[in-house]
C-alpha cells in the first residue's frame, strides 16, 4: 500500500470548482472534494490542517486550524472565497454559531450551502422562504459541521440511514448548477449584511437593549429579538442601503442651520438629572440638548398621545407591521431610538430627570476624531457641535429612506442599529478635522422633497435644519 502523506502539493486532484458558488460554505467545498476523491479522513487531514494528528473532527466555523494555502492551490479558488467559506476566530464563533449543519433543505438539494446559514440569529433562508433543518433529511441524524470520518466515509450523505442529500451528483454525469444571477447576488447580500452587523457587534459588546450603564435587569418573559432575526424573519432581502454606501453616493449632502451654538468652556449649566451621571461632561450635556431638540421636533407629542403604541413596540422587540404607524412617525421614532435609547424614547414618564443619557450620542462623541494638539477647546466644541447637527439630519434622512423600504416589506425594524450615530461618526476618522466631510452647494429645505421618489442611486437630498418647533425632517 503506497504511504500518502508523502504527496507533493502538485498532486492532481479532482476538484469540480465549476460545482461550486462564492460563497459557498467550506463544508460544501470539502464534502464536494471528498466525493470526487474518495481520501481517507487521515489523508484530508494530511492535506488540509496544520495539526494533522488532531483527533476527532476539524471545526469548519473558523479559519485558524486550517491550512489555507493548500486549501487554495487544491481547491482551485481564490483565497477571498475561501475566506467567506468561514465565520470567524474561536473567540467569535464560540456561542453564536450551530456546531451541526444547518441548512436549507432546497438548496443542500441543488449542492448549495453558506456558511452564514450556521449563525444561531439566522432561522430561514431568504431564497427559499422556508425554515433551516438540522439533522439528515431522512432519518435526522446529527450532521456534524466539521471534517471528520463521517464526511470522508460518506461524504453529502447519511451515515445513519444511507440517505444521500445531493441525487443530482449520482446521477450519469451528475453535476451541480451554481447559483447565478438575482439568486446569488440576494445570498450575496445576505452575507455582507449579516457579517457587517455581528461584526460591530462584537465590537461594541456593551448591551443596549436596557438603555443603563448599570447590570439589566433579570430577563422578562419575552426577552428581546435579535435584530438579524427580525430581519431575517419579515424581510426578503436586507435593507439594500448602509450608512458607507449612502454616504459614498451622497457627498453633496449639506445641512445648514441657523440654531445657536453655545462656545466657551461652560457649555452647558449643569442640571439635577447630571448628578447621577457625573462621567459627562458640558460638551455631552451640549450635544443632548441639541438632539432632544430635533427629537421633539421629529415626534412631537405623538408618543404621549399613543401610550398602547409606545407599550406594544417594546414588548414586539421593537418591531411593527407597517399598519401600526406611519413611514414618517416610523422614521422618527427610528432616528430617536438610535440618537438616545428605547427606554428613554419610549418608557411612560419621560422626563429629564429619570431618563438615562443619550446613548447614542456618546457612541457618537466616543468615535469622532481627536482634538487635535494645536486646537483650542472653544472652537473645537463648536466644531464638534456643526459636526452633529450635519450627522442628525444626515442620519434623519437614512432612516427616511430605510422607513421607505421597510413599509415596502410590510415591517417596521426600529432598532438602533441598523443605522447608528457611531457610524457617520467613524466615518470621519479619516477627515482631518476641522474639514467636514460634506461639500459646500446652497441648500433648501428638507421638507420640501420627495424622498419617497427617489432612487437608491440618487445621492442625498440638501436640506436644513428647522428651526420652528414642530417642523418635520421627514418627508
Known amino acids: 500500500m503506497i504511504e500518502c502523506f508523502g504527496r507533493p502539493r502538485a498532486w492532481r486532484y479532482t476538484t469540480r470548482s465549476e460545482w461550486s458558488t462564492d460563497g459557498e460554505s467550506t463544508w460544501m467545498r470539502l464534502a464536494k472534494f471528498a466525493l470526487c476523491n474518495r481520501l481517507s479522513v487521515r489523508e484530508l487531514m494530511a492535506l488540509f490542517a496544520l495539526d494533522p494528528e488532531h483527533a476527532g473532527g476539524l471545526g469548519l466555523l473558523q479559519a485558524d486550524a486550517w491550512d489555507l494555502p493548500s486549501l487554495v492551490s ?36 441543488v449542492g448549495f450551502h453558506a456558511a452564514w446559514f450556521q449563525w444561531r440569529v439566522i432561522e430561514r433562508c431568504p431564497l427559499h422562504d422556508t425554515a433551516l433543518c438540522t439533522g439528515c433529511t431522512r432519518c435526522g441524524a446529527s450532521i456534524p459541521y466539521a471534517l471528520g470520518t463521517d464526511m470522508a466515509s460518506s461524504p453529502l450523505a447519511c451515515v445513519a440511514c444511507g440517505a444521500q442529500w445531493v441525487d443530482r451528483l449520482l446521477r450519469p454525469a451528475g453535476t451541480c448548477t451554481p447559483l447565478s444571477g438575482g439568486a446569488a447576488r440576494l445570498m450575496a447580500r445576505w452575507e455582507r449584511y449579516a457579517g457587517r452587523a455581528l461584526a460591530r457587534e462584537r465590537e461594541t459588546p456593551t448591551p443596549r437593549l436596557n438603555g443603563r450603564f448599570t447590570a439589566p435587569h433579570p430577563p422578562a418573559a419575552t426577552p428581546w ?27 453633496g ?36 440638548v441639541q438632539v432632544l431638540q430635533m427629537r421633539h421636533d421629529l415626534l412631537g ?25 406611519d ?39 466616543a468615535r469622532i476624531p481627536l482634538r487635535p494638539a494645536n486646537m483650542r477647546r472653544a472652537p473645537w466644541h463648536a466644531l464638534v457641535l456643526e459636526w452633529l447637527r450635519e450627522d442628525m439630519v444626515l442620519s434623519a434622512w437614512l432612516w427616511s429612506r430605510l422607513a421607505a423600504f421597510m413599509r415596502a416589506k410590510g415591517y417596521y425594524v426600529l432598532r438602533a442599529s441598523i443605522s447608528h450615530p457611531e457610524e457617520l461618526a467613524g466615518l470621519r476618522q479619516a477627515i482631518p478635522p476641522p474639514s467636514g466631510i460634506f461639500t459646500s452647494i446652497p441648500a433648501k429645505s428638507l421638507s420640501a422633497m ?10 442625498p437630498p440638501v436640506a436644513t435644519l428647522p428651526t420652528q418647533p414642530g417642523q418635520l425632517y421627514f418627508v
Open 74 to 109: 487544491v481547491l482551485g479558488t481564490a483565497a477571498s472565497t475561501l475566506h467567506r467559506g468561514f465565520l470567524g476566530g474561536p473567540r467569535t464563533v464560540s456561542s453564536q454559531c450551530w456546531t451541526q449543519l444547518r441548512y436549507c433543505d432546497s438548496c443542500l438539494a
Open 450 to 459: 420627495d424622498l419617497s421618489t427617489r432612487t437608491s442611486r440618487d445621492p
Open 225 to 251: 429579538v435579535h435584530v438579524l432575526t427580525l430581519m431575517n424573519r419579515h424581510y426578503d432581502a436586507p435593507p439594500p442601503y448602509c450608512t458607507a454606501e449612502l454616504l459614498a453616493c451622497g457627498r
Open 253 to 288: 449632502f449639506t445641512p445648514h442651520s441657523t440654531l445657536a451654538v453655545p462656545c466657551g468652556n461652560d457649555l452647558a449649566p449643569p442640571t439635577k438629572r447630571d448628578l447621577r451621571w457625573p462621567h459627562f461632561d458640558g460638551l455631552f450635556r451640549a450635544c443632548e
Open 301 to 325: 407629542e405623538r408618543l404621549d398621545r399613543a401610550p398602547r403604541l409606545r407599550r406594544r413596540l417594546l414588548a414586539n422587540s421593537l418591531a411593527a407591521p407597517e399598519h401600526w404607524l
Open 327 to 365: 413611514p414618517r412617525t416610523a422614521a422618527a421614532l427610528g432616528w430617536a431610538i438610535a440618537w438616545t435609547t428605547a427606554t428613554g424614547t419610549l418608557a411612560a414618564g419621560r422626563d429629564e430627570l429619570g431618563s438615562p443619557p443619550a446613548l447614542g450620542l456618546a457612541a457618537w462623541l
